[in-house]
């Protein structure tokens, strides 16, 4: 099962708003198609991405190359728990996990 925390939910809708700037309608189309295509794969493989730092729990898919989601994963394996959408442009130290 995979859920979205309140700041994934916020920091999506951020990013798109921003794409929204930038973008034509068929990329940021196809930003949410990837996005949705990566939340399937996190489902059916939760490992699949790279370990965030030094928590094997915490992991990081990259969505475009200025974009990623970091996600945790339940102790059990059961639960997925969508952290944030995060900037790979900003300052790494400024991201929360935890």
Known sequence: M??????AKSTYLEVIEYLEYKWTEKEINAFISRTDGVIIKISNNPFLF??????????????HENVSLIYQIS?????????TFWDN?????????K
């Open 50 to 63: 790279q370990q965030h730092k030094n928590d094997t729990l915490i992991r990081q898919a990259v969505l």
């Open 89 to 97: 442009r900003q300052n790494p130290t400024k991201l929360k996990v």
């Open 2 to 7: 995979v859920l979205w925390s309140d700041k």
């Open 75 to 83: 102790e059990d394996q059961k639960l997925i728990n969508l952290i």
